[in-house]
């Protein structure tokens, strides 16, 4: 078998309060091949931007690394140093956030904040840099990318500064790419262009993406394998196809059930989207068994007490319930 | 830039016409009005055939919107009246003490900015470690000093015991003598600007933006020096700027307990001396130091933040 | 990410600031008997300019008069100072702060123009001028400290009118037929007397500063009487032969202070998480 690019193995967060330690993430493990698309869903505060933060090595308090393994092309970097850390961060794995409005420095053009990437990992000066970010700016599509590479973010709208985020991830050439909700606060019009760039990209690169995100079909539809998170636990992961043809877990069914699909309202008529009930527990909330269980239509008995071990599916896949029928 | 500034002016100049007015009323209107209270505190008795030909003189017999259309008139053209005392325009007696007083008053605020923004930006890079606690021990504590107390301490210390620096007086302008009382002035400056300096840069290294550098892989060395610095400045300009106020209003003590030839204690002089004019002179001109200062700060909010431009 | 709700802090300035602020209280309240002499009348030429020691913990002054009763004494007049000019502030800046945002129109510009005329001059510099103009005494003291820093009150009251205004309350509560003033004090009020207690405890830290600053320039309390100000302005001429004169109503007024101001800090924690009462 092919060694992974990442390899996340029992991946423990741990929050730490006055009071208590607690598990914010736990038993999380998934891999992801080189240049594959990997998806990771599930609602806010699941655990997923933490997971994320702690591949990046920038958990801050109270949240901190717990047990697990995190291998990045076959090298434990769990234990890294902080200066180790640094060389990793943005030259060989970057990051793309959720908030475009507040993720580029106000007080700072953005050509320059592309072109500290290669100050920064390339040993470039700031002239060779700068025309280096003008580049980016127009592989990314970016109009008059020579007069925009003046301009501070406030001047852009927001999917431009999604795209200058992008060129600033992609300046060095990643092999890993996480998109971290890269497009939940634009507009439904620009999104589309957003994941579209992104995904032209990287796969001309051939760089790795994990991609983070409430929105199950955006994450089906631009990667191969898609894993479920709920309440910090991994509940289900399967090829994008047969999450959707045969969901196993009924926070997934849930999931594909809130999602608008083309087509369906004239045949079921006016029929409301559904939605799942109830919201995510707090990290110190949650409940005995299955974490699932209180806003789960299936519960039973057995689900208020176990917490559900994994059952491994074909092609890979695996389910955290002990009804996945 | 010059938008900015044509707009402040703008703002400035019904401000200050609301200063003379209050000035001028505050001290016609009210009770103890200067000539009347002349010589009822014992320290100034004058013969009251003096008194009438004063009178006369200063036009004090007008009616007061008289007196006033006159005093704006005046006040238009430059011209703040002849002292009482000295018989001298008071504008040439302002004139004479500006400087000091402008001495005393930067170097106040940039022994302020050095210690207190160098401790605040400590303060904040290790938030709960033995830098922090002290420094904001020690700026909550500046915060409560009474800042003449103080001056009294450093001269008393500094002065009469150690003999290291000169215990009053302007000497010949050097640097010597401006050390204490500088000190005494800055130590409340220091102290908010350290409180607000370690607060402006927990919440800027808690931005977004410095997630972003973060995960670009940079030391935290440059992500201070490429982003939290500049942010941070932001909010401490305004602080310097709003501060310029009350350390103008404790100069005034400072300057009397250093015997400090500046505009703050002409200020008192002429208050014991009943000398109005003077007294009017010298607020106003405090009060348009102040709003000149602001005035630059907010060119300096331009310069350092390109949203304003477009905001505004 | 839900995290789990973390402590609130802020609990030492709390507890440091309340006690000594209980302390200065405790002080000023039982002057009479802990104080070893009259403050005014005990002068003793025999006993001038005696040394901190056994029989005078804080020395005496030049007419041989007891420092440690006069501080004592001198509490009084600082703690009244700062608690009728806070409650002056406060009264004049929450009713222009609320009577501007609630009526609007020109009312509202005339205290806008008020509240910017009285930032732009130093309120030190017009505490002075007012002094100037009614003479010394503790009297003008308290008018002249309780006219020149509703500024902060006011702006607070007058936001919480307008955001209250913008929700609705208002208008509800005016088409259930409650009147101006009701819909004032219940809707209004509530909302914004945390705030209003951390700025007038900040505020009194500060009005004990001006008072001490003013009566150095000796238009403040005028001695014999002991206020710390005046203590240390007669203290001065004295700073080299009897020094203990200046030291203990400076330490007197610091620690007061920083009671002050560190209680304040607590009580922000508490009562007012978003800091719209940071010092600025």
Not at chain 1, 167 to 172: D, G, Q, T
Not at chain 2, 160 to 181: A, E, M, Q, R
Not at chain 2, 275 to 298: R, S
Not at chain 3, 37 to 52: G, K, Q, R, S, Y
Request: glycine content about 10%; proline content about 5%.
């Amino acid at each position: 078998m092919i060694e992974p690019l990442l390899k996340v193995d029992d991946l423990h967060i741990a929050l730490r309060t006055e009071n208590a330690t607690y598990n914010a993430v736990e038993n999380v493990s998934f891999d992801i091949g080189r240049g594959e698309a990997f998806g990771l869903v599930g609602e806010s505060g699941c655990g997923k931007s933490i997971t994320a933060l702690s591949v990046m090595g920038l958990l801050r308090r109270p949240l901190s690394l717990g047990d697990g393994k995190i291998i990045l092309d076959g090298e434990e970097i769990q234990d890294a140093s902080p200066a180790e850390m640094r060389r990793l961060r943005g030259k060989r794995v970057a990051m793309i956030f959720q908030e475009p409005m507040t993720a580029l420095n106000p007080l700072s053009p953005v050509g320059r904040q592309i072109a500290e990437m290669f100050v920064l990992h390339q040993g470039a000066n700031w002239n060779e840099a700068m025309d280096r970010a003008e580049e980016a700016l127009r592989q990314v599509q970016v109009p008059s990318p020579e007069r925009r590479i003046k301009d501070f973010p406030h001047q852009l709208s927001g999917g431009m500064r999604q795209r200058v985020m992008i060129a600033i991830a992609l300046a060095c050439g990643p092999e890993l790419l996480i998109a971290d909700e890269p497009t939940t606060a634009l507009d439904v019009t620009v999104q589309a262009e957003i994941i579209d760039l992104m995904a032209e990209l990287c796969a001309a690169k051939g760089t790795a993406i994990l991609m983070i995100s409430h929105d199950l079909g955006l994450v089906a539809n631009m990667c191969r394998r898609v894993a479920v998170m709920y309440a910090g636990r991994i509940v289900e992961q399967q090829d994008a196809d047969a999450i959707f043809a045969t969901p196993r877990h009924p926070y997934t069914r849930g999931l594909i059930n809130s999602l608008p699909r083309l087509g369906e309202r004239s045949r079921r008529g006016r029929q409301r989207l559904q939605e799942i009930s109830g919201v995510v527990p707090s990290i110190a909330g949650y409940p005995a068994g299955c974490r699932f269980n209180p806003r789960c239509s299936a519960v039973t008995e057995v689900c208020r007490e176990v917490a559900p071990e994994i059952t491994p599916l074909p092609a890979d896949g695996l389910v955290r319930c002990h009804h996945h029928g | 830039m010059l938008v900015v500034l044509v707009r402040r002016l703008a703002n400035i100049i019904p401000t200050l016409i609301a200063v003379v007015a209050l000035v001028f009323l505050l001290f016609s209107v009210l009770p103890g009005s200067f000539i009347s209270g002349m010589g009822e505190d014992g320290r100034t008795t004058i013969d009251p055939a003096v008194m009438e030909r004063m009178r006369k003189e200063m036009g004090l017999d007008d009616p007061l919107h008289v007196r006033f259309a006159k005093y704006i008139a005046h006040t238009a053209t430059g011209d703040l009246g002849i002292s009482f005392r000295t018989r001298e325009p008071v504008t040439a007696l302002i004139g004479q003490r500006v400087w000091p007083s402008l001495k005393l008053v930067f170097a106040a605020m940039t022994f302020a900015i050095l210690v207190g923004v160098t401790l605040g930006f400590l303060a904040a890079l290790r938030p709960g470690s033995l830098v922090d606690t002290v420094s904001m021990v020690f700026a909550i504590s500046g915060l409560s000093l009474s800042q003449f107390w103080f001056g009294l301490m450093l001269m008393y210390l500094f002065a009469l015991k150690l003999n290291w620096l000169p215990s009053f007086g302007y000497g010949d302008g050097g640097f010597s003598h401006i050390v204490l009382p500088a000190i005494a002035l800055g130590v409340g400056p220091m102290a908010l600007l350290a409180r607000t300096t370690r607060a402006a840069v927990l919440d800027v290294l808690n931005a977004d933006f410095v997630r972003t550098a973060r995960s670009k892989g940079m030391s935290e060395r440059r992500v201070v020096a490429w982003h939290v610095l500049r942010n941070a400045l932001v909010l401490v300009v305004t602080i310097v700027g709003l501060q310029f106020g009350s350390l103008m209003g404790a100069a005034v003590v400072v300057e009397k307990l250093f015997a400090w030839p500046g505009v703050g204690s002409l200020l008192v002089d002429s208050v014991f001396q009943r000398d109005m004019p003077a007294v009017q002179g010298c607020i106003l001109m405090i009060v348009l130091f102040f709003l000149a200062i602001n005035t630059l700060i907010d060119l300096a909010y331009v310069a350092i933040d390109p949203r304003i431009h477009y905001s505004r | 990410m839900k995290l789990p709700r973390l402590k609130v802090k802020g609990g030492t300035s709390l507890w440091i600031g309340g006690g000594l602020v209980t302390l200065a209280i405790v002080v000023a309240i039982a002057a009479p008997l802990i104080a070893r002499t009259d403050p005014v009348m005990d002068a003793n030429l025999m006993n001038a300019e005696i040394p901190p020691g056994l029989d005078f913990p804080f020395g005496t002054d030049a007419q041989g008069r007891d420092i440690y009763s006069r501080i004592v004494y001198g509490a009084r007049i600082s703690l009244t100072v700062g608690v009728v000019s806070q409650v002056l502030n406060s009264l004049i800046g929450v009713t222009l702060g609320l009577t501007a945002g609630y009526w609007g129109g020109w009312w509202d510009d005339v205290v806008t123009g008020l509240t910017n005329l009285m930032l732009a001059i130093p309120s030190l510099i017009f505490a002075l001028a007012i002094m100037a103009i009614l003479g010394p005494g503790l009297l003008s003291l308290l008018v002249a400290l309780g006219l020149t820093s509703w500024s902060y009150s006011c702006r607070i009251a007058r936001a919480q009118v307008l955001s209250l205004k913008s929700q609705g309350y208002v208008q509800a509560a005016r088409i259930l037929g409650y009147g101006d003033l009701r819909i004032m004090f219940t809707q209004v009020l509530p909302n914004i007397l945390g705030p209003l207690i951390v700025i007038a405890t900040l505020g009194m830290g500060g009005a004990i500063l001006s008072e001490a600053a003013l009566s150095f320039l000796g238009l403040g309390i005028r001695p014999p009487f002991p206020s710390w100000g005046s203590m240390l302005s007669e203290a001065r001429d004295q700073i080299t032969t009897a020094p203990w004169l200046s030291v203990f109503p400076g330490l007197a007024i610091f620690f007061t202070v920083l009671g002050l101001n560190l209680l304040g800090d607590g009580l922000r924690d508490i009562f007012d998480p978003q800091s719209t009462t940071r010092r600025a």
